[in-house]
């Protein structure tokens, strides 16, 4: 297997596309050449699959093509795995699209219905070659979406829905081995590819730890990839340790700003950095979506190709959850905490009187350019119900378009990145159409529009330590102190005004800050109390919800990673785990976090979004 990134085959790609007597199976993020479809991974763990999405800002976006071969020639009903993604807010169906074999539309148009991931009788269609080139043809640009198409000549048989059958019933019809293959022999497994993973990866790997990076997006950044397009926040290379934050200099992009052109985030240079390293193999493209632990330690975790269903088992005696939702904790039984604490629990002046599920939202960023002649965009009958009061009259929508605080980030998370598209190709459509101000936006164009939403908060597992708010406030420092954080506790709340314009479906929120003193994050927030070989790093870390205001920021939870990375290293040269570098190491951590791992010599390129301090 190659060192540097692990490239899949194209004979294992042609299996997604398999046959058996009498039915074809085609998974829709096998298609060969995807065309101007989307590939979305994000909510794969709760209906099973990725899927295509038909991401277009308004207009259609060109075709998604593969080439299938049915078993024999003659008539076949059509099954299509879809939803109508709007209909949970109103009665339209924006995103539609029509499935074309040999360039000819089957005849039924999908996408109008149901409101849920659900198969779709398709019609019949006659197949008069056994060789078929099979399309996906927007008709919208309004994010039409399908999982899989199913041909078969059983009149009377029905795909599967729930996601348990159907994930049987997805890797029979796929051929995908029932034991996941080897990916290879590592001391360090981490899973997330975003600042605080990265930092993780390339900090162990510098230290002699030979690291497995899984990333389930083909682009390494998490929201601060040109994909979300969020800027790094806090400060780097403060007291005690002031050589933490190099390595997150060393990698991060040098211009600031949300919602700003890709190349403001530097993708290339985040990969060029992990490949540089000789101890890292790279797994773009992978979910971990299984656990296996043993006797409270995790064994191996199983991730899932994206595009091909392959599956490959990682083993190694250390792991770290950098995926922000806690998703290895979670799924090795580690305790967590999700939504806000109550005031009486731990003490905290900001906490609410009684505990609840609210969390910080998650932003559906997007911005608008200029160009030299009116350009046009559709009348959506769709949408919010928008007028000059409630109308944004603005031409980009930074972090405070935030949704879904009142929801479950996890489990209802389609729905709140839905609700963000919907609202800002509505809001758009009113401006450029009816608003009394759309001379001003006559010449403006959505320019991007971000599907893969930036989350703030949802799980945090448990550590033997829980940083709480008066260990901030009142700068109650432990010997275990590591990773200085010094973003303001930044914490979000519906916009009031925006709750009394559109009640209990709010996209905008509000900020309060608490400042703070630079504060060191004690290593016992950074692994977890129960699963004994597993560390975290990023906002999943063990903190209260007051307390997650500050920490979250990214050259932060970069740092998080860079200290892991650190400890990582001492588990593997004194066979211990993270609780035994806490008790028994913990000067080698010191004398590592003293030095840092990353280049010390280069210009001190994170100035910007600093946020304040005391």
């Known amino acids: 297997m190659d060192k540097k990134r692990f490239c899949f085959s194209i004979a294992f790609l042609v299996l997604t596309v398999f046959s058996q007597a009498q039915s074809l199976f085609v998974e829709t993020e096998s298609f060969l ?140 019809m796929l051929g995908i081995p029932a034991q996941a293959e080897n990916a290879g022999n590592f001391d360090f497994v981490v899973v997330g590819g975003g600042m605080a993973g990265i930092c993780a990866a390339i900090s162990a790997a510098r230290l002699g730890v030979k690291v497995a990076l899984i990333q389930d997006r083909p682009v390494l950044g998490g929201n601060n990839s040109s994909e979300v397009r969020v800027h790094l926040g806090g400060r780097i290379k403060l007291e005690p340790y002031p050589n933490l934050g190099n390595l997150v200099n060393e990698i991060g992009p040098r211009q600031g700003g949300n919602a700003q052109p890709y190349e403001y985030y530097e993708d290339d240079k985040k990969l060029f950095y992990v490949q540089a390293e000789e101890n890292i193999t790279l797994f773009l493209n992978f979910r971990v979506n299984k656990v296996v632990t043993e006797k409270g330690n995790i064994k191996e975790v199983i991730a899932v190709n994206t595009e091909t269903g392959q599956e490959l088992s990682f083993a190694a005696p250390l792991f770290a959850d950098c995926t922000g939702d806690g998703t290895i904790g979670y799924l090795a039984d580690a305790e967590f905490m999700m939504g806000r604490e109550s005031r009486g629990l731990y003490k905290e002046e900001t906490a609410p009187e009684e505990a609840d599920k609210m969390t910080m939202g998650a932003s559906v960023q997007w911005f608008a350019e200029e160009k030299d002649a009116p350009m046009l ?30 929801l479950n980030q996890i489990n209802d998370f389609e729905r709140v990145r839905d609700y963000g598209l919907l609202v800002v190709f509505s809001n758009w459509s009113y401006l450029k159409n009816h608003s009394t101000q759309k001379d001003e936006f006559s010449k403006s164009q959505m320019k991007w529009v971000a599907y ?41 709340y519906p916009d009031p005004k925006n709750s009394e314009l559109f009640p209990n479906k709010e996209f905008k929120s509000i900020a309060k800050h608490i400042a703070i003193y630079p504060y060191p994050i004690p290593f016992r927030c950074l692994y977890s109390k129960n699963v004994g070989n597993l560390m975290m790093a990023g906002r999943n870390i063990s903190v209260t919800h007051v307390a997650l205001g500050t920490v979250r920021v990214m050259r932060t939870t970069g740092m998080m990673g860079e200290v892991i990375g650190m400890a990582a290293s001492i588990c593997k040269d004194e066979k211990t785990n993270p609780r035994g570098v806490y008790q028994n190491h913990f000067d080698k951590l010191i004398e590592l976090m003293k030095k840092g791992t990353g280049n010390p010599d280069l210009e001190n390129i994170q100035k910007y979004n600093e946020g304040n301090t005391k």
């Open 452 to 492: 893969v939403a930036g989350k703030r908060e949802s799980r945090r597992l448990v550590g033997d330590y829980i940083l709480k708010e008066q260990d901030l406030t009142e700068h109650i420092v432990y010997p275990d102190g590591t990773v200085p954080t010094s973003w303001t506790i930044d914490l979000h």
């Open 33 to 172: 050449n995807k065309g101007g479809w989307s590939l979305d991974q994000q909510f794969m763990d709760l209906m099973g699959s990725p899927y295509l999405l038909a991401h277009g800002l308004g207009i259609p976006v060109e075709d998604a093509t593969t080439t299938v071969n049915f078993p024999k020639k003659g008539k076949y009903y059509i099954w299509v795995k879809t939803r109508n993604w709007a209909s949970l807010w109103i009665n339209k169906a924006p995103g539609q699209f029509q499935v074309l074999i040999d360039d000819k539309p089957i005849g039924e148009t999908f996408g109008l219905y149901p409101s849920e991931w659900s198969w779709v009788d398709g019609g019949i269609v006659e197949i008069s070659s056994k060789k078929c080139k099979l399309s996906l043809h927007d008709l919208t640009g309004f994010d039409g979406r399908c999982d899989a198409i199913y041909f078969t000549q059983d009149v009377n048989f029905i795909p599967p829905s729930g996601k348990t059958e159907m994930t049987v019933w997805r890797k029979r």
């Open 377 to 406: 965009f559709p009348d959506i009958d769709w949408g919010l119900p928008w007028d000059e009061e409630r109308a944004e009259a603005i031409k980009r929508g930074d972090w405070n378009w935030e949704t879904g605080m009142n």
